[in-house]
């Protein structure tokens, strides 16, 4: 099998989830049928990682026969019967069992191979060719293009001995496992042509359901159920066909818990160790306090996966190389999160960066990339400064060009005291005068664009 092989609970488990590998190997020994069984969860939320990682622990156990397979890089020879076949007669040990096992195959992958045109025979006949039955042979035969005329002939004929050569199929690849059980991943589905996903789901449907063979096939249920709208039209219900193929389901979690039980999203834990170990980041202090608090509010907001986390890393660690000074760095921590904003701007919303550097920004457009609605939120009577997004947010929306009263509150003494606390971060004590403030956005932004700052 060609799972990565580094990859190992043991090495690192910031997310808590080898307790739900553990679960998952309980079931997959289990007498419940489960098999296919879905890893759900949404683009860049370690689905890959957290299979190669399961499948190093049921390795430790050695109760399975496992097999890996990337469907995405399987997809371009469009025939996935072919693909997984290949794959489990590599994981016979004996030559015997590969050729008895290849020989009791050509028969299905025959016939799959030839159904492949059976989009042309259905625009032929008016219907689909899993429907044709003996009696339209004769029709067949009228057909004026010989060649056409002998693939569907051919077609038709295979199609009679289809489930006996299937039938065949299925007991050989239960001799094979009887021993011992066999589990195949299907990794990257989602990524795939939406006819190859289906046909995947289909093939495993019909041809390999066989016992002592399981499938986990690693996705994002959602766009699986697109893939299914594309091949069957909008108003097929996906979430029903799904559930012919599916036995069961789970999502990996966004949220892990800290020592002191309380939830934080996996992405923002993910900033945290990503900054640590960055040989580049790690003494920048962007992993804590201020700079946290901003981040989580972003990473929230806008849903960033651990993936764009990852780029996002990137991006500060290419920002503050270019920079001839220490910008992130820097001690005085009102530019740093002016900084920070700037390359969030520019990893996760290119155009509203754009838009801040062309002197268009809109400051209610701003609001919803951090999560302010318009009317200022009350103080803390105890004089507990409200979060740093919302500050920044209030001082920077002045500076806009388009809803720059948009953050205003019908309590005047309360805009009074929040233009007094903009002042007293961002002035005061850390000289950055009002507009100041968001030229240093725009400076983060253009530095990232490999261009001078203005």
């Known amino acids: ?97 590969r050729n008895n096992l290849i020989q009791k195959a050509l028969p299905a ?31 067949v035969q009228q057909v004026t293009d010989k060649a056409i005329d002998t693939s569907v002939e051919s077609l038709l004929k295979d199609h009679v001995d289809a489930e006996k050569n299937l039938e065949a199929l299925r007991k050989s690849l239960a001799t094979v496992t009887a021993d011992k059980p066999l589990v195949i991943f299907i990794d990257e589905l989602d990524r795939c042509r939406p006819d190859f996903a289906v046909l995947m789901l289909e093939t495993i449907k019909h041809t390999f359901d066989v016992e002592g063979v399981q499938f986990v096939l690693v996705t994002n249920t959602e766009q699986l159920k697109a893939s299914i709208n594309h091949c069957y039209g909008p108003t097929i219900d996906a979430q029903r066909y799904l559930d012919k193929f599916l036995k069961f389901s789970f999502t990996l979690p966004s949220t892990i818990r800290n020592y002191n039980y309380e939830t934080r999203l996996a992405s923002a834990q993910h900033y945290i160790n990503q900054i640590l170990h960055s040989p580049i980041l790690k ?27 990852e780029t996002f890393v990137r991006h500060l660690e290419i920002y503050q190389m270019l920079s001839d000074e220490d910008p992130l760095g820097n001690k005085v921590w009102s530019y740093k999160l002016l900084r920070l904003l700037g390359i969030s701007l520019y ?7 754009k838009e801040t550097v062309g002197n268009k920004l809109d ?3 701003l609001g919803e990339f951090l999560l302010l609605q318009g009317e200022l939120p009350a103080l803390d009577q105890n004089g507990h400064y409200p979060e740093y997004a919302d500050i920044i947010l209030f001082a920077l929306s002045k500076e806009c060009k388009f809803n720059v009263d948009f953050y205003n509150s019908s309590n005047s003494e309360l805009e009074t005291k929040w233009q007094s606390l903009a002042e007293q971060i961002f002035e005061d004590r850390y000289w950055i005068s009002k507009g100041e403030r968001l030229k240093v956005v725009i400076e983060a932004v253009i530095s990232l664009g490999l261009t001078e700052s203005r």
């Open 347 to 353: 990893c996760f919303n290119p155009e509203l960066a």
């Open 283 to 309: 003494d920048s202090g962007l992993e804590r306090d201020s700079y946290l608090a901003l981040m989580e509010r972003i990473i929230e907001v806008n849903k960033i996966s651990l993936r764009e986390v």
């Open 109 to 139: 992958l025959r016939y799959s191979l030839k159904a492949g045109a059976k989009a042309v025979v259905s625009h032929l006949l008016k219907q689909d060719v899993a429907d044709v039955v003996e009696g339209f042979e004769q029709e």
């Open 1 to 97: 099998m060609s799972a990565n092989p580094e990859l190992k609970f043991e090495s690192r488990d910031e997310f808590q989830r080898r307790k739900i590998a553990e679960k998952v190997i309980k079931l997959l020994k289990s007498e419940i049928s489960v098999s296919p069984m879905v890893i759900d969860g949404t683009w860049g939320l370690g689905k890959t990682e957290f299979c190669h990682k399961l499948i190093d622990l049921m390795q430790e156990e050695d109760c399975h026969e496992l097999i890996y397979i990337d469907a995405f890089k399987a997809d371009h020879a469009n025939e996935p019967l072919l693909t997984v076949l290949a794959e489990v007669v590599k994981s016979l040990p004996d030559d015997n069992q």
């Open 363 to 365: 400051a209610k457009r």
